[in-house]
T-cell receptor, first 115, second 112 residues
Framework: GAVVSQHPSWVICKSGTSVKIECRSLDFQATTMFWYRQFPKQSLMLMATSNEGSKATYEQGVEKDKFLINHASLTLSTLTVTSAHPEDSSFYIC???????????FGPGTRLLVL | AQSVTQPDIHITVSEGASLELRCNYSYGATPYLFWYVQSPGQGLQLLLKYFSGDTLVQGIKGFEAEFKRSQSSFNLRKPSVHWSDAAEYFCAVNTGFQKLVFGTGTRLLVSP
């Protein structure tokens, strides 16, 4: 149980285009989903917290207009990187937390390369 | 502010030897503590967690961790390391605001 998937697993795009990453909880309902960014050989940095049916809460320094988050259902959250630039290239990982639970379960990550 | 310290950036252990990865946290109240493992290019897998009760917790893959309040520590241990245990290990604390604060990670290398 507690499986979280991400799609796509990797994506290459041209500078200036937008990329959407999906995060799904497959066998549980997630009231809260989290989006992290991880640079090579570094730890995870929380970008935003996404609660179903409400606006996401972004961490300081994260541009909400650039990283659009939608959490339309209890099993799906999406992260859209708008007008992507090479510096947005990174490994993006989502996690999901079930109702009344403290544990976060992580997806396998999406590697984004912006050319 | 809450923080997690993993003092060892990388550790090399011989296969079959015992392992201890250190984790210290800074938090005023009793924290929820986690250990996750990440293989290269993969997401994080939960190894074990501590919320309350018995301070020695058992996890998957033969790992265990001990919560020591007096030392603000939550060290991860395994009695006999396997080559497949080579990965990055992250300690994390839930501060009560739903968010996880991660340590910088410890890379485990397993030598033959």
């Amino acid at each position: 149980g507690a499986v979280v998937s991400q799609h796509p697993s990797w994506v290459i795009c041209k500078s200036g285009t937008s990329v959407k990453i999906e995060c799904r909880s497959l066998d549980f309902q997630a009231t809260t989903m989290f989006w992290y960014r991880q640079f090579p050989k570094q730890s995870l940095m929380l970008m935003a917290t996404s609660n179903e049916g409400s606006k996401a809460t972004y961490e300081q320094g994260v541009e909400k207009d650039k990283f659009l988050i939608n959490h339309a259902s209890l099993t799906l959250s999406t992260l859209t990187v708008t007008s992507a630039h090479p510096e947005d290239s990174s490994f993006y990982i989502c996690s999901a937390r079930a109702i009344a639970q403290e544990t976060q379960y992580f997806g396998p990550g999406t590697r984004l390369l912006v050319l | 502010a809450q923080s997690v310290t993993q003092p060892d950036i990388h550790i090399t252990v011989s296969e079959g030897a015992s392992l201890e990865l250190r984790c210290n946290y800074s938090y005023g109240a009793t924290p929820y503590l986690f250990w996750y493992v990440q293989s290269p290019g993969q997401g994080l897998q939960l190894l074990l967690k501590y919320f309350s009760g018995d301070t020695l917790v058992q996890g998957i893959k033969g790992f265990e961790a001990e919560f020591k309040r007096s030392q603000s520590s939550f060290n991860l241990r395994k009695p006999s390391v396997h080559w497949s245990d080579a990965a990055e290990y992250f300690c994390a604390v839930n501060t009560g605001f739903q968010k996880l604060v991660f340590g910088t990670g410890t890379r485990l290398l397993v030598s033959p």
